[in-house]
């Protein structure tokens, strides 16, 4: 019997669904969708999926953009590598190159070094070796990495340039100094924060208050980097607080509920930063703007996380512990228990000096007096 479609049941779900038997396998799943027109289009390309499937077996029906939409579905990339995969939306309405664009139509076993070599000449002519590894062959490689598993292609094999484009800037005392005193007044604290706990942009613009104990000088960055394979989660990691960083914090302005719930850093209007990537696009125009005032030439946000490191190791701080600040690196325990501090990481974050310049942030406002007539209460 062929595929039908099954109306939605009053009071159980909106959504249409799809019931019958396909060369004798008993397919009972939902749409996902509440219009009939739509059902029927999933319905029509369903069936002819599960035919194709049935004759050729999964390795010869499997399409790359099937293969990336269950892999978001079940793991939920965010950030860059997730506009590499389905590409962003412009702010035309357009959405920008992507590897569904490139690859979508193709069944996920002939995605070989050949197709590859295509994309690499068609889109990324004349790019970094870097940019090739990041934005192509690492998203490309963690969703093909997912069809394997499902036995629809063989483990991808692709050639990797070699390179090393990593970035060495980072800033001595006087610049950062300057680089706060030239920072808009909402982004000196976070300016501050970058460049004495090391944290990556992500991190800091995730962090919540729920995961700072400014008493016990510490706190936890959720689903880290580290430990992220194919965009799973990552592992928690627990950073001890500069003493001029608990004091910045603990002045920060509380939220408009005059709670301090929900995401530390705020942009200038009170809200959360979006979520963009770890570039600091977040924070591009105030960026710009320091960076200028204070003098300063090719320094990003991220470098100030190379600055934390190589303040760490001026101050004499042993490598192993630099790099579980860093995030390089993690202990058994580190990993297990991140919420509690730990005095060693204490001590050595306690090395760094304190910034010359004043980072608190504005103080608030008073509320305007309420002006009544007279006569009326």
Known sequence: MPLTLVAPREGRSRNWSIRGTVRG?????????????????????????????????????????????????????????????????????????????????????????????????????????????????????????????????????????????????????????????????????????????????????????????LGARWLVFRDTKRGKRGGAGGEDRGVAIHPQLALVLANLPPGPNGDRIGNVFLTNRGRPYADKDNGGGQIKTAWRGAVRRAGLADLRPHDLRHTCATWLTMAGVHEQVRDEIMGHASSAMGRRYSHVPRPSLIEAIDRLPPRAVEIMPPALPAPRPVLRRRGVR
């Open 25 to 213: 396998s008993y397919i009972s799943e939902t749409t996902g969708v509440a219009s009939r027109e739509l059902a029927e289009a999933i319905r029509i390309k369903r069936e002819g999926q599960l035919l194709e499937e049935s004759v050729f077996g999964a390795r010869a029906s499997r399409r790359f953009a099937e293969a990336v939409i269950e892999y978001t579905e079940a793991t939920k990339p965010r950030g860059t590598q997730r506009d590499m995969l389905i590409g962003r939306v412009r702010r035309d309405g357009s959405v920008a190159p992507c590897l569904v664009g490139d690859f979508g139509g193709r069944l996920c076993s002939a995605i070989d070094q050949a197709a590859v070599d295509a994309v690499v000449r068609k889109r990324f002519a004349g790019k970094a070796p870097g940019t090739i590894q990041r934005d192509l062959l690492t998203p490309l490689t963690a969703v093909l990495r997912f069809a394997a598993k499902r036995k629809w292609c063989d483990v991808p094999i692709f050639e990797r340039p070699r390179y090393d484009d990593r970035r060495r800037r980072w800033a001595n005392y006087d610049e950062a100094d300057r680089l706060l005193a030239a920072g808009a007044p909402h982004l000196r604290p976070l300016i501050a924060f970058l460049m004495l706990s090391g944290a990556r942009m992500s991190e800091a613009l995730g962090l919540e208050w729920a995961d700072v104990d």
